[in-house]
């Protein structure tokens, strides 16, 4: 069974671009989750996403959004790039939600200049 | 409001000797917890789950962990460390138990191993 894929893995954007990133879960997941990994801040919960709708998000300003189709796939959206958003951004699928284990994909490196 | 704490932000141990990581935990009720483990580069692995039952719970790669709610903790252990265990590992909670997938995380904790 295939893994949790994200696309692209490496991303280089400057300031005020915006930026789309793909999650495509492991076959039968229907919840996606994204996280943010800093060194500065670690591991944070940006959004959760379950049949289509999303289920919670973290605290991070508007500019980060998502969605998901119904095939599962999720994409997340940043518009108007900090540098501060340079992080790797973490994908993370489930079979359902409310707290079942979840596998995640090797990330997103998104650099912001 | 939930919280993971991992008190150690690096620990070096000698391969073949014993390893103990600690997380401590804050929340009102029974937690979901995890360990996840991440390579340099690399997405997270799991390498076990708390979600009832026995306190004692067995993961992948030789690791077990141990839910102690009188310390609030579920701290990670292994009998022999390998060199291939050198990482970073990270414990987790779920934020709302039963409601939703989002995880609080610890600040991690980077293993070192020496030859």
């Known amino acids: 069974k295939a893994g949790v894929t994200q696309t692209p893995r490496y991303l280089i954007k400057t300031r005020g671009q915006q930026v789309t990133l793909s999650c495509s879960p492991i076959s039968g997941h229907r919840s996606v989750s994204w996280y943010q990994q800093t060194p500065g801040q670690g591991l944070q919960f940006l959004f959760e996403?379950?049949?289509?709708?999303?289920?919670n998000k973290g605290n991070f300003p508007g500019r980060f959004s998502g969605r998901q189709f119904s095939n599962s796939r999720s994409e997340m959206n940043v518009s108007t790039l900090e540098l501060g958003d340079s992080a790797l951004y973490l994908c993370?699928?489930?079979?359902?939600?409310?707290?079942?284990?979840?596998?995640f994909g090797p990330g997103t490196r998104l650099t912001v200049l | 409001a939930q919280s993971v704490t991992q008190p150690d932000i690096h620990i070096t141990v000698s391969e073949g000797a014993s390893l103990e990581l600690r997380c401590n935990y804050s929340?009102?009720?029974?937690?979901?917890l995890f360990w996840y483990v991440q390579s340099p580069g690399q997405g997270l692995q799991l390498l076990l789950k708390y979600f009832s039952g026995d306190t004692l719970v067995q993961g992948i790669k030789g690791f077990e962990a141990e839910f102690k709610r009188s310390q609030s903790s579920f701290n990670l252990r292994k009998p022999s460390v390998h060199w291939s265990d050198a990482a970073e590992y990270f414990c987790?909670?779920?934020?709302?138990?039963?409601?939703?997938?989002?995880?609080?995380f610890g600040t991690g904790t980077l293993l070192a191993v020496q030859p």
């Open positions: 929340y009102g009720a029974t937690p979901y």
């Open positions: 987790a909670v779920v934020g709302e138990r039963g409601a939703t997938n989002k995880l609080i």
């Open positions: 996403y379950f049949s289509e709708t999303q289920r």
């Open positions: 993370a699928s489930s079979l359902t939600s409310g707290g079942n284990e979840q596998f």
